[in-house]
């Protein structure tokens, strides 16, 4: 139990369907954040959220589409994918986004486009 | 961006102490040292956080040298369930205001009976 929930753990979709990752956290964190992590690369930093608002964004493409309408829960939604978007989408959250806190992940979301 | 250097991979055996050793010659004086843990199919999990000297805690402790350029993340006596992906991470407060993690490729630890 890691106070991060992610789901669905797997997902397997086509290029043109639309689809959505859900992230859940009871920690009482006030920023949340996003990363890729594909085969054989480093975790990639996507977005940063702060109390519910965008802080950062790391050159994603808009067919990645995130929503934080609340500070316990973050949405990556998703349209257009590529073959290239294949890979495990980790959520995670910390205190603060400026304290330096170590910050808690998820299991992450297996995704699979065909 | 400060960045990392740690081993690829390392093998041990049952009941031995682990060391590993990551260097990070650009860390910012204001940096910490943290390291997680990561197995297959799953989120990393917080090992140990430090910004200088020791720091232990129930499963690991964390020497850091006086320069800070590198770190050692030593765990007693392993057991098969510590086969993972251990990362060492130092943070980048960058333009944003954001406390990053640079993650590298980690080290591929492996456990054998």
């Known amino acids: 139990e890691t106070g991060v929930t992610q789901t669905p753990r797997h997902l397997v979709m086509g290029m043109t369907n639309k689809k959505s990752l859900k992230c859940e956290q009871h920690?009482?964190?006030?920023?949340m954040y996003w990363y890729k992590q594909s085969a054989k690369k480093p975790l990639e930093l996507m977005f940063v959220?702060?109390?519910?608002?965008?802080?950062e964004n790391n050159s994603v493409p808009s067919r990645f589409s995130p929503e934080c309408p609340n500070s316990s829960h973050l949405f990556l939604h998703l349209h257009t994918l590529q073959p290239e978007d294949s890979a495990l989408y980790l959520c995670?959250?910390?205190?603060?986004?400026?304290?330096?806190?170590?910050?808690?992940f998820g299991d992450g979301t297996r995704l699979s486009i065909l | 961006l400060a960045k990392t250097t740690q081993p690829i991979s390392m093998d041990s055996y049952e009941g031995q102490e682990v060391n590993i050793t990551c260097s990070h010659n650009?860390?910012?004086?204001?940096?910490?040292i943290t390291w997680y843990q990561q197995f297959p199919s799953q989120g990393p999990r917080f090992i140990i956080q430090?910004?200088?000297t020791k720091v232990t805690n129930e499963v690991a402790s964390l020497f850091i040298p006086a320069d800070r350029k590198s770190s050692t993340l030593s765990l007693p006596r392993v057991s098969l369930s510590d086969t993972a992906v251990y990362y060492c991470?130092?943070?980048?407060?960058?333009?944003?205001?954001?406390?990053?993690?640079?993650f590298g490729t980690g080290t591929r630890l492996k456990v054998l009976a």
């Open positions: 995670a959250s910390s205190q603060d986004r400026d304290s330096g806190q170590p910050q808690h």
């Open positions: 920690l009482g964190h006030n920023a």
């Open positions: 959220y702060s109390l519910e608002e965008r802080v």
């Open positions: 650009n860390i910012a004086t204001n940096d910490y």
């Open positions: 430090g910004y200088k």
């Open positions: 991470l130092v943070g980048d407060w960058g333009t944003s205001g954001t406390y990053k993690y640079i």
